[in-house]
């Protein structure tokens, strides 16, 4: 059983910066994203990294996030994480992990491509 534990959210000013991060247990991953949920929205993709055993990496990001936030790993740790630049009032939402054990050659920001969640860290954003 695969396991997915966010931590890093917070309440911060517009134009300041978080980091998430995500520590995975109990599985092998080779995808993991983040996706965020704001009151009243869907759950939309964020960001998303994936790799395999040669060392190929993939990363795809959200239009909203480009050039702010980054999404990188560490294979020692079996975390990925999240750094949020330049963050705005429209990034407040619940921050939720997720991980896929396949190997993905196009990223995809289906919710339904990922088969194991966290439980979402609040980050809330103010003006």
């Known amino acids: 059983q695969g396991q997915l534990v966010e931590s890093g959210g917070g309440l911060v000013q517009a134009g300041g910066s978080l980091r998430l991060s995500c520590a995975a247990s109990g599985r092998t991953f080779r995808t993991t994203g983040w996706f965020r949920q704001a009151p009243g929205k869907e759950r939309e993709f964020v960001a998303a990294?994936?790799?395999?055993?040669?060392?190929?990496?993939?990363?795809d990001y959200a239009d909203p996030v480009k050039g702010r936030f980054t999404i990188s790993r560490d294979n020692a740790k079996n975390t990925v994480y999240l750094q949020m630049t330049s963050l705005k009032p429209e990034d407040t939402a619940v921050y939720y992990c997720?991980?896929?054990?396949?190997?993905?050659?196009?990223?995809?920001?289906?919710?339904?491509?990922?088969?194991?969640w966290g439980q979402g860290t609040q980050v809330t954003v103010s003006s």
């Open positions: 990294i994936t790799w395999n055993d040669s060392i190929i990496s993939y990363r």
């Open positions: 997720a991980a896929d054990v396949r190997f993905q050659t196009k990223i995809s920001g289906i919710r339904t491509d990922y088969n194991y």
